[in-house]
């Protein structure tokens, strides 16, 4: 009876093959994600069955100390506060807290910034949209470190939701006007310049 080494050893050059083919993919995914302090961010996603890319990564301290590492996918890369608010199509802002916060504080922390970055007609005009952003995190008590917070603005129906860790958080906020103000919390003119150039793609994006 012949041996069947030579076709053992075939096999296992074969196995070897493809897990290094695997493993190479693998690598090419893995470097394709931005990184910043431990945080991965994909440089794509799908948001309403549109692709978008990666705008930026920053870190964001809106909570007064460093609270979250934060980014923008946007349908083509934009480098100012003005084209990333007005660009047509899905977006998305997607951040992880770097801390324990309460669901109160965040709630008047994203607040806060809205009133201190749009003028005050643009505010007076979205009253009813940016009353209901106070309710958005109202089921649940607080952020967790490491949890993931998405808010996806979907022109389809010209709503925006949230998400904590995939799963849908308060309800549709209506109107396009919305979306703009929420990304003005991260790059709007009193935003720090290093959160702001950081989610524009202008520089690395570390805020502390």
């Not at 007005?86 to 916060?101: D, E």
């Amino acid at each position: 009876m012949p041996h069947s080494f030579p076709r053992l050893s075939r096999r296992l050059l074969l196995a070897g093959t493809a897990l290094s083919a695997l493993a190479l993919h693998a690598g090419i995914a893995a470097a394709s994600d931005v990184q910043l302090d431990g945080y991965s961010f994909p440089d794509t996603a799908t948001v309403g069955g549109q692709n978008l890319v990666l705008n930026g990564v920053a870190s964001s301290s809106i909570l007064s100390t460093r609270s979250s590492i934060v980014a923008f996918y946007l349908p083509s890369k934009q480098k100012t506060t003005e084209a990333a608010t007005t660009v047509k199509g899905a977006k998305r802002i997607q951040f992880y807290m770097v801390r324990t916060v309460s669901a109160r504080d965040l709630s008047n922390a994203l607040l806060d910034r809205i009133r201190q970055n749009v003028s005050t007609e643009e505010f007076r005009a979205n009253i009813i949209s940016t009353a209901q952003l106070g309710t958005v995190f109202s089921t649940i008590p607080r952020i967790n470190k490491g949890d993931k917070v998405v808010i996806d603005y979907l022109p389809a129906t010209a709503g925006t939701e949230f998400t904590l860790n995939g799963q849908k958080i308060g309800e549709t906020i209506q109107g396009e006007a919305f979306f703009p103000m929420m990304m003005k919390v991260w790059i709007g003119p009193k935003v720090r310049d290093t959160t702001r150039e950081g989610l524009l793609g202008l520089t690395g994006g570390d805020a502390r």
